[in-house]
């Protein structure tokens, strides 16, 4: 099994291994699916809190679907009325520190996208910050900069949690 993994792995596109951190393309696409469908109920339970505007579908694969990676843009997930562009991040616990790639933070500050981060989505009672383009640069500023093995060994930043003000996500 793991040679035949090695193969797939290895005679896969430069750009796929990259995009896919060390996954399969089944695990990968399965992870996709299963966090895009997260992220828009996050996205769903937060409206509310903001007066529960309309918002649309602005990046790419929000239904889940694998695509290929000439298919892949870098979007940011929904267009809040009222709000802007929105990019929803999560974690399953609520860590002392979570973790951004670099790459997209850059790409979140050039579109002007403020980041929805929940914590503990996985808990019966997640948080919630809605984090601003300044918020953010100040974050790739000030944050360490670190290797980030959950990312596939890509550049992240190491958010210490309790630089946040964390709200209920009701």
């Not at 090695?6 to 695990?27: A, G, H, I």
């Not at 996709?32 to 409206?47: C, Q, T």
């Not at 860590?95 to 996208?113: C, D, G, R, T, W």
């Not at 980041?115 to 500023?141: H, N, R």
């Amino acid at each position: 099994m793991t040679f035949r993994y090695v193969t797939l792995y290895c005679s896969m596109d430069s750009r796929d291994k990259y995009r896919f951190d060390n996954r399969t393309k089944e695990q990968f696409a399965q992870e996709i699916k299963d966090g895009n469908r997260i992220e828009r109920k996050l996205l769903e339970r937060w409206l509310p809190t903001v007066g529960n505007p309309s918002y649309t579908d602005t990046g790419c694969g929000n239904d889940g679907e694998f695509l290929a990676f000439e298919d892949v843009n870098t979007d940011p997930d929904f267009h809040v009325d009222g709000i802007g562009s929105v990019e929803v991040k999560f974690a399953r616990p609520i860590p002392a520190n979570f973790h951004l790639k670099v790459s997209q933070v850059k790409q979140y500050i050039e579109q002007n996208a403020q980041l929805l981060m929940v914590l503990g989505a996985g808990k019966e009672f997640p948080k919630y910050t809605l984090i601003s383009v300044d918020d953010l640069q100040f974050l790739l500023d000030a944050c360490d900069h670190v290797v980030c093995r959950q990312f596939g060994n890509k550049k992240a930043i190491r958010v210490p949690a309790e630089w946040i003000e964390w709200k209920p996500l009701p």
